[in-house]
């Protein structure tokens, strides 16, 4: 691909995030499914639909930039998952294993914040609000959805069972 001005760049990174986006939305289910406290399970489902609304939000920002959406592998993202899925397959017991499923989604929500908050630059500095505004709501979405896990792993582990 072409990249002569920074809506090249904008676009590029659109694509990997389009994709990433897809990755999480398959990996949060099988996170939840996998979580044994109710709240991080549940916290995992109310995660998998705000991905599905923040993919529709990313469609609408590629068309505001007159793209159909598209999305590029995401490596960085195959590669988060992948980690998570080893870790998974450990033989843990259940307040570890919710420790180590809180730190592979925080690994997945800080890729996206660093995305995010790159888009958004570049789409303020295009001068396009709208899709700056888009990206900002999605940026504080993940923002959320990370404190909200740093949470659980304060309240839900029991620290000391895990000695
Ligand atoms: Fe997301
Ligand atoms: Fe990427
Ligand atoms: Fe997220």
């Given at each position: 691909?072409?990249?002569?001005?920074?809506?090249?760049?904008?676009?590029?990174?659109l694509?990997d995030l389009y994709?990433a986006e897809?990755?999480?939305?398959?990996?949060?289910?099988?996170?939840?499914?996998?979580?044994?406290?109710?709240?991080?399970?549940?916290?995992?489902?109310?995660?998998?639909?705000?991905?599905?609304?923040?993919?529709?939000?990313?469609?609408?920002?590629?068309?505001?930039?007159?793209?159909?959406?598209?999305?590029?592998?995401?490596?960085?993202?195959?590669?988060?998952?992948?980690?998570?899925?080893?870790?998974?397959?450990?033989?843990?017991?259940?307040?570890?294993?919710?420790?180590?499923?809180?730190?592979?989604?925080?690994?997945?929500?800080?890729?996206?914040?660093?995305g995010?908050?790159?888009?958004?630059?570049?789409?303020?500095?295009?001068?396009?609000?709208?899709?700056?505004?888009?990206?900002?709501?999605?940026?504080?979405?993940?923002?959320?959805?990370?404190?909200?896990?740093?949470?659980?792993?304060?309240?839900?582990?029991?620290?000391?069972?895990?000695?």
């Open positions: 691909m072409e990249m002569n001005h920074l809506q090249d760049l904008l676009l590029h990174d694509k994709n897809n990755q999480i939305l398959k990996a949060l289910p099988r996170m939840a499914k996998k979580a044994s406290a109710p709240e991080l399970k549940q916290a995992f489902e109310a995660h998998t639909e705000e991905t599905r609304r923040q993919i529709e939000k990313l469609e609408e920002v590629f068309e505001l930039f007159g793209e159909k959406a598209k999305g590029k592998t995401c490596h960085a993202m195959k590669g988060i998952i992948e980690e998570g899925k080893e870790v998974m397959q450990e033989d843990a017991e259940a307040d570890v294993m919710d420790a180590a499923l809180i730190g592979a989604a925080q690994k997945v929500e800080h890729y996206e914040i660093a995010y908050g790159t888009a958004r630059t570049y789409a303020e500095m295009l001068g396009n609000k709208q899709a700056a505004r888009l990206l900002q709501q999605i940026l504080d979405e993940e923002g959320k959805t990370d404190k909200k896990l740093t949470q659980l792993a304060e309240n839900l582990i029991n620290v000391e069972a895990m000695q």
